[in-house]
């Protein structure tokens, strides 16, 4: 049984950091290519950074300079390392994993809520 848990999130105010993580069991990890998306109500969920099996990584560009996306297969684990956060990075984040696919991946974490506001 593949199992994602999203940890991490919570409410910053503009210009902090927050860092994402999302473990994971029931795959062989070291083989899964990993994504993290976000979703405010009434829009599409959206991608925001992914990263291979071979570590090569890729980031919306609304993100880059700002979030990082990174990965320890010793723990499992898939970071999302957010930086210089603004209000408009406020949403649910979801963590997502697949094999051998295209975006999105098969599976998903239930998500995390950022919220970014003085």
């Known amino acids: 049984q593949v199992q994602l848990v999203e940890s991490g999130g919570g409410l910053v105010q503009p210009g902090g950091s927050l860092r994402l993580s999302c473990a994971a069991s029931g795959i062989i990890f070291s083989a899964f290519s990993m994504a993290w998306y976000r979703q405010v109500p009434g829009k599409e969920r959206e991608l925001v950074a992914h990263i291979t099996s071979t570590h090569s990584t890729n980031l919306a560009n609304s993100v880059k300079g700002r979030f990082t996306i990174s990965r320890d297969n010793s723990k499992n684990t898939v970071y999302l390392q957010m930086t210089s956060l603004k209000p408009e990075d406020t949403a649910v984040y979801y963590c997502?994993?697949?094999?051998?696919?295209?975006?999105?991946?098969?599976?998903w974490g239930q998500g995390t809520q950022v919220t970014v506001s003085s």
């Open positions: 997502n994993a697949g094999w051998r696919q295209s975006l999105p991946y098969n599976y």
